[in-house]
């Protein structure tokens, strides 16, 4: 299976990086997410939506917290992607490494899991350009 990997360091304490994939604060802070359940412990809930209007939501991630250590690594486990115009995708896996460093902390995140074909094909298109773009706004928004 494929996967996307991205990377970058950030002037932030390691602990801060891990909380804005967790606090909806955070979460709409960088990634504009709009609206989010996260139970930030290992089985716990993660959902986040984007473009939410009354007609409904447009996008949709959700998994299950599979590992939680604060400061240094998330793993989402079965994450699904919905997207309105496109087949339900999943299940994948996103992890975050945090590598807390004096002055800066050093943040990996890979997405896996991709099959091959039609809109899995999309989908990874998407988020090889995604993920990079992501974490420069994770970056911008921490060091701000």
Do not use: C
Not at 18 to 38: D, I, K, P
Not at 45 to 63: H, P, Q
Not at 102 to 115: A, C, F, H, P, R
């Amino acid at each position: 299976m494929r996967k996307v990997e991205a990377q970058t360091s950030i002037r932030a304490a390691a602990h801060q990086i891990t909380a804005a994939f967790l606090m909806h604060e955070h979460l709409n802070g960088w990634w504009y997410v709009q609206r989010s359940l996260v139970e930030p412990k290992k089985g716990g809930v993660w959902a986040l939506a984007w473009e939410v209007t009354e007609a409904g939501i447009k996008y949709v991630s959700s998994g299950t917290i599979g590992e939680y250590d604060p400061g240094k690594y998330l793993r989402i486990d079965n994450l699904v992607y919905l997207n309105t115009e496109r087949q339900i995708l999943g299940p994948m896996q996103l992890e975050i490494f945090v590598n807390g460093l004096e002055t800066e902390s050093k943040v990996k995140i890979i997405q896996s899991g991709y099959l091959y074909g039609g809109d899995w094909d999309w989908y990874y298109d998407a988020v090889v350009q995604g993920w990079p773009h992501a974490v420069q706004l994770l970056k911008k928004y921490l060091e701000g």
